[in-house]
């Protein structure tokens, strides 16, 4: 009989709390999905927008 593949790794090991579906991945994918809808702050469009106009004036000979 052959023993399940586990990557080396024992069930139940703290790797396995890096499982997506685990409680930690769940509580990190809202965490995330929640930071995600947020608006960008002003300050970085500013910047963001300052970078793209530097960027076009160096393009231009």
Do not use: W
Not at 21 to 45: A, C, H, M, W
């Amino acid at each position: 009989m052959r023993k399940p593949a586990t990557g080396g790794r024992k069930p139940g090991s703290s790797l396995d709390s890096l499982d997506p579906n685990s409680v930690v991945g769940r509580k990190l994918k809202s965490f995330y999905e929640s930071i995600e809808t947020e608006p960008l702050p002003d300050q970085l469009l500013d910047l963001l927008e300052k970078l793209d106009e530097a960027e076009r004036k160096a393009r231009t000979p």
